[in-house]
């Protein structure tokens, strides 16, 4: 088996890479990340997704690329211009749901339905916020995070976050999850009750 032949890559995607290049956007989110989200959101017909950390949209864009036409997506992010771009590609799609905001300010005042997956790429929903988040998850729906393995452009001590969130998602009883050292080094977490 190569993991590294990647099929069915969004028509978007080279072009979102290349405005990746242009902008000197140094966090995309890497091909296999958007396989495995691509391959979960599938699985959820009629699903309700949510993306914390939207970035410049290549998750987003797997992650599209895997909703049926009653699904419906919300993806967050505070950084104007890469909110902007995203625009530009998935502002037209009503199914999406682009927000410029705070996503910490966005969770404690969230009152909507439960998510069948939340992607949380961002500080929030990852670092900060985690019970609301976790909360936010339907039974049986997904909690994904990447980025859990040594990445270049982390701060000095930034390893002592990953740990603490491991550390708390393995105690967890309401989550059943699976780490995996592949890709960024990933987890995906089930939640199994209310």
């Not at 005042?109 to 339907?138: C, H, M, Q, R």
């Not at 040594?150 to 780490?179: C, I, M, S």
Request: net charge negative; with cysteine; proline share 4%.
């Amino acid at each position: 088996m190569n993991d590294t032949h990647i099929l069915d890559k969004p028509k978007i995607h080279s072009e979102i890479e290349r405005r990746c290049i242009e902008i000197g956007f140094t966090m995309p989110s890497d091909l296999y990340i958007g396989s495995l989200l691509k391959t979960l959101v599938t699985s959820r017909p009629k699903g309700s997704f949510l993306e914390l950390g939207t970035g410049i949209g290549l998750s987003l864009s797997w992650m599209v690329d895997g909703m049926d036409n009653e699904s419906v997506l919300v993806t967050v992010d505070n950084d104007l211009e890469l909110i902007a771009i995203a625009e530009e590609y998935f502002g037209d799609d009503p199914r999406i749901q682009i927000l410029c905001q705070d996503a910490s300010t966005w969770i404690k005042t969230y009152s909507g339905a439960k998510f069948d997956l939340i992607f949380a790429d961002a500080w929030p929903g990852k670092y900060s916020e985690i019970d609301e988040v976790l909360n936010l998850v339907k039974v049986g729906g997904f909690y994904v995070v990447d980025d859990m393995t040594a990445q270049p452009n982390w701060p000095e001590g930034h390893q002592e976050n990953v740990d603490g969130l491991v550390a708390y998602l393995e105690k967890r009883k309401d989550f059943n999850l699976t780490k995996m050292n592949w890709s960024t080094g990933l987890i995906v977490a089930v939640k199994t009750e209310t």
